[in-house]
């Protein structure tokens, strides 16, 4: 440790003081001449996480979920952390802080991080046990539990919070009503227009509004628990109230210190983010900065990197924040910029608003029609990051400014390029990384997209700003003349869609004459599987057909998948997961005769281990006659479709999720692709299939289906994205038929739909227009391909074991009945696994042979 | 060791499989051969069946492929190449394995044990 020791206390575990410890560790990873000894006090029984995103606590995310660090972390970091532990007591001469329990911290530094509260309205009866705030994951805990005694809820505030407290209720069951003082919704960022619009959207969807209402008390009610008597003698009855009437700054500490305090609340602070007293500092909500307080994330966040910097002697300052938003409430798509309301003197606006489509644009410019000031976007964002990239760097606007929120009439897309922003753009507002910064990555060696990410944090925050990262990398990428390599190995010099087409077009039905037209060589481990693949997508040929086997890798060639040792797997498809008593015996007993290991895995079904290749044919050919097929655990194909237990014993589901997931395993069984495919079918909102961490995800709905797609667990988890709402069966099979198909004409070799997708010119738009409105015209021609795929199935075990030649495959000598003495498997919690390299030494060196070894362990 | 060559009748012609492997247990010993098909000529090839990193006899079971000019194996287990006419391991230089002689007589595969 240095000499130099700071002691530096943080007062608040929220999102910024999180972001403060971050940034003021990060400091002391470079920077070893001062050490800083950092104390974070929590008023909450937790440390930091996210509330940006809290609704969705309540369709599933748990408190883990939300979790914006770990005590591992922390305590990784070096930071010493206090739970429960709010702060009661500020010494500044002593420069200590006292907690609850009585605890001092003694503190060179002190960063209050206090944050905010729930402001409830000073109205007669407001205390009562139902009447409710929208803040902490306490809250919400609160709020799950009344909401389950209660039949109706009100969410009392229409502004930004208010409306997605209502969607939670709204999400969880009640019928809800939304009542608002001023006359309109979400007054602060949108107009009168637009507030009107949104209106009707949220009406739509059941939730009630009520505006213009100022609620004077409330008593006990007659059909509900309560009754909201309002000031002009109309009333309300509800079970719940919840209150989100705005927030204020948590500086109830600072007044008792008299550190300067504004008139309205908040500690005051300068660009250093420092407050009255030279040695504490204020950020976030509680800070109160040219007589404004910020109530968003990104604003924080530079208020902490402020107070960081100037501890460390850096020169980053707070300089204000623009507080545009985008944001989707009960999905419906709300953006809000700059002078929404028209307030610069000379301000002139544009209004484009489509009703039939529920669509509300309004640009607002200055007085020459030059620059931008601010806009309104209800019902579609699409242009937000258009929009404020002109906004924020003051670039130029085109002869015609309405153009930018017009519909694009012909294809030419309104969007701004990459090279029309200048380096100073902030393309990531949460962690302020601005275009010069992308570009110093590249210098500094990053060379794609997660490089770029993950040393920028860029689009790491609220994500708001991922199509317009890509852009940019994606532009300095072609500045760069990186030029993207697609061969798919020595051998041939295409990409894994380029044989596609060679081998569809060409009609070319083996390896040998693919190699003799298009390429040279022997082949290998990438691209004969690859074409093996491809083959088995265009014509859907048995794979141990000969002509075939020779390009299987082993686990295709031997239909398992081998095993550390050299043994395989046996894994019979469970459909939806759903099995009956008598299969789950036959299993039982099948893996008794030949001495399985079993355990049953993540995509619902039950994997048998330790077979060796001789022990395959009798194996399968046992499960077989009991009903069971191949779950093509070995291939590159449909692996499960994992189900939730659905409407037909679940309280909550609203469809048959078995029974969906079943037909559509059925169908999509043995479809070869570039990569193994997972589905998930959820039978309610509650996901308890985990659809969309799958390729194909489906969530029932009270009308349908709602169809999510490319998502992925794994290595790089990715949620799928939305792609269409309460399809159909048909309409569902139709779309899932095309995008399959789709990826599997189209993707590289070894790339996941995720991927694929994301690498799509256009992504998830591209993706619809060319699945939805068949703007290729393939559609019909993508469904037929994979009709003969479903029409020519076979189980390939059932083909194998039938026919001599191909058992003939599943030997283990040529020339010889016995069986590899090298394998040894010893027992561990009563069943088998492969021995260790010691244990066979130990084995070996105890002089029995393996022969002998096996007996006395097996036996 | 002997230089005589001993060649032994192993199995029919007809129990290997063109562009891939089978295995034999040869006094105990497991050995993998190969039948290549290239162009218009046909090549036998027999190495050890044993996975020297892998550590499990599996080469049998590995896929054909080719690197320049050498024909490959191509380990199942974690994809290691060996060459079939050197034994040499292509990515690690620290290995090799053991490389036997093949040939077709009439109808019958042999190989070449040291006696």
New interface residues.
Partial sequence: MSANTVNIVVVGNGMVGHHFVEQITNHGKTDDSVHYNVTVLSAEPRLAYDRVHLSEYFSGKTADDLALTTPEQYSALGVDFHLDAAVVDIDKQAKSVKTKSGQTFAYDKLIMATGSYPFVPPIEGNDQPHCLVYRTIEDLEDISASSKVSKTGVVVGGGLLGLEAANALREAGLETHVVEFAPQLMAVQVDTGGGRLLRDKIESLGVQVHTQKATQRIEAGETSRYRMCFADGDFLETDMILFSAGIRPQDTLARQYDLNIGERGGIIVNNHCLTSDPDIYAIGECALWNNFIFGLVAPGYTMARAAASHITGGDVEFLGADMSTKLKLMGVEVGSIGDAHARIPGAQTYIYENQPDGVYKKIVVNREQSVLLGAVLVGDTSDYDTLLQYALNGIDLPEHPESLILPASGDAPAGLGADALPDTATICSCHNVSKGDIIAAFDGGACDLSAVKSCTKASTGCGGCSALLKTVVDSELGKRGVEVKKDIC??FAYSRQELYHMVKVGKIKSFDALVEKHGH?????IC??AVGSIMASVWNDFVLE?PH??L????D??LGN?Q???TYSVVPRIAGGEITPDKLIVLGQVAKKYNLYTKVTGGQRIDLFGAR?EQLPPIWEALIAAGFETGHAYAKSLRTVKSCVGSTWCRYGVQDSVGQAIDLENRYKGLRAPHKIKFGVSGCTRECAEAQSKDIGIIATENGWNLYVCGNGGMKPRHGDLFATDLDDATLVKYIDRVLMFYVATADRLQRTSVWMDNLEGGLAYLQDVVINDSLGLGEELERQMQHIADTYQCEWKTAIESEESR??F??????D?S?K??VFVQEREQIRPAT?SELDELKRSAKSAEQIIDVELV | MSTVKNWTD??NLG??????G?????NGE?VA?FK?K?RDETYYYAISNWDPI?????LY????????DK??V?S??F?Q?YCLASGECLDDEQRQVNVFGVRVEGNKVQLALAS
């Fill in positions: 020595e051998h060589g022997l082949g290998c481990e004969k599987p000969k086997v020779a299987q890798d082993t686990n060639t031997y081998m550390k040792n050299g290749v003939k495959r030997r283990q000598f040529v020339n010889s016995e590899d090298q394998i390299e | 192993i199995c129990d290997l499989v063109d562009n891939s089978v295995c034999a247990l040869v497991q051969i290549i290239q892998g550590k499990a006899n599996v079971r590995g896929l054909i492929g080719s690197v320049a024909t490959v191509i199942p287990l994809k190449r």
